[in-house]
């Protein structure tokens, strides 16, 4: 057990857990952003329970922040070990005839993310964290009603950001298209129902950012 | 032989020995048939270059039909060149146009060094396999007969197919990340399928994985690339259960 991660298929299977550890978060943050086009009063109520009860702030949000940390920290380090294990680049290199653009490219597609995540960040969660923790407002009130959704609403209205937003996503959809069977098949799970799951993948994959892309897309031309 | 032979200009890595740096060299061949292999082109050229005085290109090739391993070469962009299922003997000319320039290199690999031109050092996949890849029987005379154990159709079949690897290297070769995990894959899994392998299974998963670290291959990102290279059409599900064979031998202490 002792040095798990000091050996290759170590590596990957922690990879794979934070990898799929992410994709049940992205799914969940999908669904309570759904709710926000559906019912702003639900959409509301979620948020503001999600803000404040204290096994989502103090315990799950210091373990996702540590799963993002982690994956992406983890994909530089296998990136680089991998270019060590490289010998001399080859002259003439056909990588579209074995595999996807998205498998060869998912340090860059990652990449985007984190840029993607840190802007996110700054809009968001920064925000939230301070008008909660440091100016010590648990309310979630905002002038005798529920700010969360008005909160929302403001951060689409200026269009560069839902440009940023949609971008932001296909990168997401590019990562998710080779990261989704990936994980599996690095856990070892590799059996009669893969097939299946590829297609589940797939969908996942592109519905998943697509979803995201029409919720910020509806916001900006319903606000 | 029908038609008229091909004319190629040829990109060739030559490197003198394992310390010079190496370069790409242009070289012409004419009237190439369209029956030939590739490396009966490459003697082609060999014999040219001998006649005129230069020093031949060294490549690897040994049974010359598909069952050594030996032959390696990227051609045009993939290990073993454009086809499927084949190694570079099997490869044949037929697969090319006239006129058409060609990019001929070594397998690439920080564990892979360059011996010479197109050879190189594949010593250790030898040494991965010697660290595991193998069952302790004692063989003398006091053989158990090899029936007396029943094994299931289904996973004589799949131990079958993962021993049909080569140890060519093309996955290795192939692999963005340099990385061997379908060959050692495929080695665990031939033993890992039959009872005679599973006395030793933790142990040998765990060395061969570990002397595969040790010789500087790179970490699977499960890119599929490999499995479509590969000669002898090794699965990915061979890296899945070298996965759980591993974990669960780590696991386990």
Redo the contacts between chains.
């Keep these: 057990m002792s040095g798990i991660l000091n050996s290759s298929i170590g590596r990957k299977f922690a990879m794979a857990l934070s990898a799929l550890f992410l994709m049940i978060f992205v799914l969940q943050h999908f669904v309570i952003n759904l709710f926000s086009v559906i019912s702003p009063d639900t959409f509301n109520e979620i948020s503001h329970f999600m803000g404040t009860f204290w096994v989502i702030q103090y315990v799950i949000q210091p373990i996702l922040i540590i799963g993002v940390i982690f994956h992406f920290v983890m994909g530089f380090v296998l990136e680089i070990k991998n270019k060590k294990a490289n010998g001399v680049k080859y002259a003439k290199n056909n990588g579209a005839a074995n595999s996807t653009w998205m498998s060869r490219n998912m340090i860059w597609s990652g990449g985007f993310i984190l840029a993607f995540l840190i802007i996110h960040f700054i809009d968001f969660w920064i925000p939230e964290m301070n008008t909660k923790y440091i100016l010590g407002d648990m309310s979630g009130m905002h002038n005798g009603e529920f700010r969360y959704f008005h909160e929302l609403q403001e951060k689409f209205v200026p269009i560069w950001r839902v440009a940023l937003y949609i971008v932001g996503f296909v990168f997401l959809a590019l990562h998710l298209l080779h990261g989704f069977d990936s994980a599996f098949q690095s856990t070892g799970a590799n059996n009669k129902y893969t097939k299946g799951l590829q297609g589940f993948g797939k969908a996942y994959a592109i519905l998943i950012p697509l979803g995201f892309i029409f919720i910020a897309l509806f916001h900006h031309f319903t606000h | 032989m029908s038609g008229k032979g091909m004319n190629l200009t040829l ?1 060739i ?1 030559r490197q003198k020995d394992a310390n010079d740096k ?1 370069k ?1 060299v242009d070289y012409k061949v004419t009237d190439i048939s369209e029956h030939m292999s590739f490396l009966e082109m490459m003697d082609v050229l060999n014999e040219q270059l001998v006649n005129s005085g230069e020093e031949p290109v060294a490549f690897d090739h040994d049974c010359r039909e598909g069952i050594c391993g030996m032959c390696s070469m ?1 051609i ?3 290990a073993h060149g ?1 086809d499927r299922g084949i190694t570079t003997c099997q490869l044949h000319m037929r697969m090319f146009n006239d006129g058409d320039t060609i ?1 001929i ?1 070594p397998f ?7 011996i010479k031109d197109l050879v190189v050092d594949r010593s250790s996949f030898d040494r991965i396999q010697q660290a595991g890849g193998y069952i302790s029987v004692n063989t003398s005379g006091n053989t158990q007969d090899a029936n007396a154990i029943p094994i299931s159709k289904h996973a004589a079949d799949e131990a079958m197919d993962a021993a049909t690897c080569i140890g060519c290297g093309a996955c290795v070769a ?1 692999c ?4 061997a ?1 379908l060959f050692v894959g495929a080695k665990v899994s031939q033993y890992a399928l039959l009872p005679q392998g599973q006395v030793e299974a933790a142990d040998r998963v765990k060395n061969m ?2 002397q ?2 040790l010789e ?10 490999c499995e ?2 590969c000669p002898k059409g090794i699965s ?2 061979n ?6 064979e ?2 669960a031998a ?2 386990k ?1």
């Design positions: 990109k890595w190496g790409m990227y045009n962009g993939e454009p990019t290199e690439r690999a920080a564990a892979f060094p360059v192939t963005k990340n340099s990385s995990m994985v570990a595969m670290d500087g291959f790179g970490n699977c990102t499960n890119t599929g690339a479509v290279e990915l599900e890296i899945a259960r070298m996965n759980r591993y974990l780590t696991l202490g």
